[in-house]
């Protein structure tokens, strides 16, 4: 039964770029950085992983995940339990599968500071496993 292609893990790679911007309350201004991460998506079992992007790394929940969408989030889908979470990070994705376009959006509190980070990314699905040059920066699948 595991090596059934409906109980394998499905893998997206994902190349664009993130944009950053923190906010001091002390400092009373904000600071701006912009970069370009590759991004590999694990779709497995109710969970979205995220690989290889520093800024966007984690497990998420997945909200959707149908023939022409996938929906992700962090704390949870559930937004009463995301709005009393005592967290202090959310972070949504949303990739249109027919056109392989993927928006990520995070969100981090602290306790003088906000870090806000969008990402812009074009992906590509690769079935159910990926090659080990997706870890390699100047290599794509």
Same mark, same amino acid.
């Given at each position: 039964?595991?090596?059934e292609k409906v109980s394998l893990p499905d893998y997206w790679y994902c190349s664009g770029s993130s944009?950053?911007?923190?906010s001091s309350s002390v400092a009373g201004q904000a600071k701006f950085f912009e970069g370009s991460n590759p991004v590999l998506l694990e779709v497995f079992d109710g969970q979205v992983t995220q690989y290889i992007s $520093?800024? &966007?790394?984690?497990?998420?929940e997945q909200c959707l995940n149908n023939a022409t969408e996938l929906i992700f989030q962090?704390?949870?889908?559930?937004?009463s339990v995301s709005s009393s979470s005592d967290s202090h990070i959310n972070v949504s994705g949303?990739?249109?599968k027919e056109s392989?376009?993927?928006?990520?959006?995070?969100? $981090?509190? &602290?306790?003088s500071e906000q870090?806000?980070?969008t990402g812009a990314y074009s992906c590509k699905y690769l079935g159910h496993r990926y090659p080990a040059s997706v870890f390699y920066a100047n290599e794509t699948p």
């Open positions: 039964m595991g090596c944009q950053q911007r923190v $520093k800024p &966007f790394t984690g497990v998420f962090l704390p949870s889908c559930d937004a949303n990739l249109i392989g376009k993927l928006t990520l959006k995070e969100v $981090k509190d &602290f306790s870090v806000q980070t």
